[in-house]
């Protein structure tokens, strides 16, 4: 169970005090365990201020879950975690906290099912990603992946060069696939553009000896030691609590923003944009503008993006839908050796401050970061990959369904045609089956509150 201490609870409390509403999108993606925690956290901080708070899951708060089951599943949890699966099931093991999230999953009570699509406005297409989402696919869908598929002879016609399919992102499972995706993509622009690329490190501080220092590159290398020897080299990830260790610019780029900056006027997690504009610090030593490449040794103040999509109005001397976007402070801790008075090395554990631009390169996304986008068009990966966990259907449906038709996807190439035909869990086939009872009473409970008020 998760403890918290006093402090946290303080914060919680004043956090919390005006909240009565909740909304929590892509559920698919919540745990039942996970669920149990937020509702217990949001319980204690509404106690602060009624004890009858405690009474109710998440405090008396409403909250409101959006999304699709039929999308990407919960991560670092244990199998069967998903809202759908009962807690008493004998398919899957279960802990205390699986069980009260599950009792608290199923007091939802009321519930919309939306019936019109705004993404996919092609109705073959909808076709086909209504009945591979429910496990039923035909023959001819699967002739119609195949005619979108690049490797198939009779692949339809792609013209890579026009301006839609330049802008093309590209959908895969693996993190390394899309990490290169993107360093190549940064390269292709600056050289077709002829636009500088600035790189530059993240700035990683420690307390040491009671003032604060950049971590050494010495101590770096030790840690990443540390941790290779430990079976856990980081994962091949090049990033810090979210923050990246090294990040390359251009303008003109297109960047996606990685931590929630101010939600009030979309600057979140998965914004996309364009780099328009570059401030550097003004202790950055002169260089020349004709290098095409340029290691800035202090990292720029703030970075103006166009956001594809913002609440912000014009902001003063900038144009429309641009604002700035600064470093931001993030902590993790690592281990390093340090030599003692008696001449031994001993592993020490520092807290470290990472500040470093909250923004990747949005050329490639994985299956993950893909979830919840709109894309004007992308080239998707749904081949199993050749090492790891074998592909599941929510991974490629949310893939397959981020386009609005089958001329602007294309499959990368050949796939495994058994994986479309798997069968649906029986769990998520009945929770579609309860969610629709629900979808009626809550019909028939609007229609009776309107014809009262009439």
């Known amino acids: 169970m998760n403890v918290l201490s006093h402090a946290s609870k303080q914060q919680l409390v004043k956090k919390w005090q005006p909240v009565r509403y909740l909304i929590i999108d892509e559920f698919s993606m919540l745990s039942k365990e996970f669920l149990a925690v937020l509702s217990r956290h949001i319980s204690i901080a509404k106690l602060g201020y009624s004890s009858d708070n405690g009474d109710f899951p998440f405090g008396g708060v409403n909250v409101l879950l959006c999304g699709d089951g039929h999308q990407i599943l919960p991560v670092a949890t244990s199998k069967g975690g998903a809202l759908h699966h009962p807690a008493t099931s004998s398919r899957f093991l279960t802990t205390t906290d699986a069980g009260l999230g599950r009792k608290i999953f199923e007091r939802f009570d009321l519930a919309m099912t939306l019936k019109r699509q705004v993404r996919v406005v092609d109705p073959v ?45 590209l959908i895969t499972p693996r993190n390394s696939v899309q990490r290169r995706w993107n360093d190549a993509a940064v390269e292709e622009h600056c050289w077709r553009t002829g636009e500088q690329m600035l790189v530059f490190d ?8 009671g003032k604060r220092r950049p971590v050494t590159m010495e101590e770096k290398y030790a840690s990443m030691l540390n941790s290779a020897s430990k079976g856990n ?24 923003v990685t931590t929630n900056i101010n939600t009030d006027i979309d600057i979140t997690n998965g914004a996309r944009g364009e780099i328009v504009g570059i401030k550097l610090d003004a202790h950055e030593p002169p260089f020349s503008p004709t290098e095409p490449r340029i290691t800035l040794k202090c990292a720029p103040v703030y970075i103006l993006v166009r956001l594809n999509r913002t609440r912000v109005g014009r902001l003063p001397g900038l144009e429309p839908g641009v604002v700035p976007i600064a470093p931001v402070s993030r902590s993790y801790s690592m281990k390093v050796p340090v030599l003692q008075a008696d001449g031994q090395v001993k592993l020490i554990s520092r807290n ?45 449906y949310v893939a397959l369904s981020r386009c609005p038709d089958p001329d602007s996807i294309r499959i990368l190439r050949d796939f495994d045609r058994d994986i479309l035909r798997r069968p649906v869990d029986v769990d998520l086939m009945k929770e579609d089956e309860r969610l629709e009872r629900l979808n009626e009473k809550t019909l028939k409970l609007w229609n009776e509150l309107n014809a009262e008020d009439i």
């Open 125 to 169: 297409w909808q076709g086909f990603l209504s009945r591979f989402r429910v496990g039923q696919v035909e023959v001819g869908d699967i002739e119609l992946l195949d005619s979108i598929t690049l490797t198939n002879p009779n692949c339809r016609p792609t013209d890579f060069n026009s301006e839609k399919w330049r802008n093309c992102v």
């Open 202 to 209: 993240a700035l990683d501080t420690c307390v040491d000896q």
């Open 233 to 256: 080299p980081r994962k091949g990830k090049r990033e810090r609590n979210g923050l990246p260790d090294q990040i390359c610019i251009a303008i003109g780029m297109k960047v996606m």
């Open 352 to 396: 470290i401050k990472r500040w470093q631009f909250p923004i990747a390169p949005a050329y490639a996304f994985t299956d993950y970061k893909a979830q919840g986008q709109t894309l004007e068009c992308a080239i998707v990966d749904i081949a199993e990959p050749p090492t790891g966990g074998r592909l599941s259907q929510p991974n490629i």
